[in-house]
């Protein structure tokens, strides 16, 4: 099991991750594309990335928005594998 960050540590890698916020006690970021199929591609490679690390978004999509929510329900909190799965997201789409 993985454990709950600080606050502390929790805003020093919100501090580090472009374009990602806390919302919610939750990290959190919205995309934008060109289209749907974009935006449908997107999702398809993030979800890729959080089944390989068997830690799944809280995602909302509406055409050419995705909107992610990470957090670690088993950790009751943010934890690290939030900020690596955010981080590889990041590596996807800048």
Do not use: C
């Not at 199929?37 to 995602?59: D, I, K, S």
Request: hydrophobic fraction near 45%.
């Amino acid at each position: 099991m993985v454990a709950q960050l600080s606050d502390e540590e929790v805003n020093a890698a919100v501090s580090g991750l472009a374009g990602w916020e806390l919302r919610d006690e939750k990290l959190y970021r919205k995309f934008e594309f060109t289209d749907f199929v974009e935006a449908f591609a997107f999702m398809n490679g993030v979800a890729l990335l959080a089944e390989r690390a068997n830690h799944h978004p809280e995602w909302f999509n509406v055409y050419r928005t995705v909107e992610i929510w990470l957090t670690t329900h088993d950790a009751g909190g943010i934890s690290s594998k939030d900020v690596e799965l955010a981080t590889e997201i990041n590596s996807r789409h800048n």
